[in-house]
């Protein structure tokens, strides 16, 4: 979008010289932190659950977020349709909001060992 205006002439703050460098910068930084997301579910999983339950846990967490992005992928195009794109980032967040509180009054916290 805006690699027309500056075509690498202007340096910004962080010392790129152009947008494309920018969007490589911030695309590497985003790709380091999503390769760490999984494995620290599975630490977090494996201290909080039982041995025994573990495997169905994992199974139901993970079935979980693949659904999430089914769905969302689903009603996105219905929602941007009906009523404009913004709604479809207002909807997902609101249902976030939602489901974090449900699930905030439902979970008691106990430490693990």
């Keep these: 979008m805006l690699e027309h205006c500056f075509k690498g002439e202007h ?3 962080f010392g790129w010289s152009s947008i494309d460098d920018w ?3 911030v695309w590497k930084r985003d790709k380091a932190f999503e390769g760490v997301a999984m494995p620290a579910m ?6 909080w659950l039982p041995v025994a339950g573990g ?3 994992l199974a139901l967490v993970y079935s979980g977020m693949y ?3 089914v769905t969302g992928l689903a009603f996105s195009p219905l929602l941007r349709n009906k009523f404009g794109w913004p709604s479809v980032f207002f909807s997902s967040g609101s249902l976030g909001t939602v ?3 449900v699930w905030l009054n439902k979970v008691t916290i106990i430490q693990p060992c």
């Design 42 to 47: 599975n630490n977090i999983l494996s201290k």
């Design 23 to 25: 969007k490589d910068g």
């Design 67 to 69: 659904l999430g992005s």
């Design 55 to 57: 495997s169905r846990s």
């Design 11 to 13: 340096r910004s703050t």
């Design 99 to 101: 489901w974090f509180a």
